[in-house]
């Protein structure tokens, strides 16, 4: 079996006997830092490319200290929570590092929750302030009095785009596509004006530790309830050190203005840290994709540059491979293809590599620890099927069902340990408490997830959390499903598991007992429509006389999975 090169990873070279490499969470005493180093460092350089038009680091570094300082002109403290909803535009950058550098907390926010879940990630959170896309602000008109919110930003798709394609944009987005519903927000400002303002007022910049909270990212987490995970400062500068050690071996020290592509969300943890986050250290210009599901303007955004490096997740990779266009699509200087969010294919993995002379490094992460915990090595063995190896100061362990360390080749729940991990949920110590094990070698984050490990180091998934199910890269938590569901008019019972999908991974089945005898699978479909985000609704629904249970009545969703299986 080939060896990993550990000259090139030093820090394997205590692995797996000892606690691999320390990198330093302390490198930067905060994201300010970081941020401040890169715009001055990068500053002439291209900082994100989207819609064809180019921002480098020193005009975000101008544009966020304008929203900056629009935030401290509010009134607003260090320490408040903002929340940002929205895809991948130019305006979020400008709108995170604005957050940040007033030393404030973002919320990220998937835009396609519905006004529920809005609600609850707003009144959970306490956000006082918001930027939104207007497309969305329809949702938020409907329950903003229902939360602490005060500030409201509401931004176009074009606003960053520069005169005139700003103006065309905007104008074909809302009167000719119609995708901008109307609404009432007498309170909001736009985007443009709060720049305006913010570059009328000096900005301030606030004092800020590395165990600070900086983000709060709302995950499933493994009980099904939606609940913050606090990323302090240190835990995302972490992940950043290690990543810049991840990439060495390829990339080297200098890593030449790397294009590295934005696909995912920049709201998803793993986007958040892997491009825009690291590209601060690295100089690498993010290609924000708006919309990946639009494969055709996606190769036309690829066909502009000769990208480097490419993050993303099986679903992504399988769609390009699989669209006509994607030969036309320049992959010589690819140099990393790093998959995460879900199980990458072996399918998909070789034929990516085929095509782009690139094999796909499959890692593992979680919200709760900033994300990433381990990754297949650029060098060395790449080992398709597996997670790979724990990244550098992270160290991961398998616990049997009796609550002992299982040994190698036996399975069990993964544990982890690094300076990444949370230091818990936003006002849950009760939910933290469930998902932290201490013994004398220190503090232990449970994942949830069924892994083994192979006398060599690398870590293989070989069951997730019990029940969750994975849309895309999205988790998707039966719990709540289910709570949505019940409340249906003519659904008796209802069970949610996840079976096999070409497209998405696993897609959502329901089991329903009906309870009115009139009522219609296209019913229930219209109703998880209205109360639930795209991702979560049910691809499939059955009908049955009744569900099983257990001997105390509880819902088997073991049995209707063995069911599927039959």
Known sequence: MPTINQETYPWLKAYPKGVPYEINPEAYPSLLELMEEGFRQY???????????????????RLSGEFAAYLQSLGLQKGDRVAIQMPNLLQYPVAMFGALRAGMIVVNTNPLYTCREMQHQFKDSGAKAIVILANFAQNLEKIIANTEIKHVVVTEIGD??????????????????????????????SFGK????????????????SEDLAFIQYTGGTTGVSKGAMLTHSNLISNVEANHEWLKPLMGENLHNPVIVAALPLYHVYALTVNALSALKSGAMNLLITNPRDMNAFINDLKRYKVTIFTGLNTLYNGLLNHPRFGEVDFSELKITSAGGMALQKVVAERWHKATGCLPAEGYGLSETSPVLCSNPLVGENRIGTIGIPWPSTVMRI???DGTWAPDGEPGEILAQGPQVMPGYYNRPDETAKVMYEDESGRWFKTGDIGVRSPDGYFKIVDRKKDMILVSGFNVYPNEIEDVVAQCPGVMEVACVGVPDEKSGEAVKLYIVKKDPDLSIDKVKAYCREHLTAYKCPKHIEFRDELPKTNVGKILRRALREDEKS
């Open 399 to 401: 616990m049997g069902e």
């Open 160 to 189: 960053l785009l520069g005169f005139p394609k700003k103006l065309v944009v905007n104008a074909v987005v809302k009167y000719v596509k119609k995708m901008v519903p109307s609404y009432s927000l007498p309170q909001a400002v």
């Open 194 to 209: 709060a720049l305006s303002i913010g570059a009328g007022h000096a900005y301030t910049r606030p004092t800020v530790s």
């Open 43 to 61: 500053a002439a350089q291209a900082a994100y490319s989207n819609m064809g038009k180019e921002l480098t680091f020193g005009e975000i570094d």
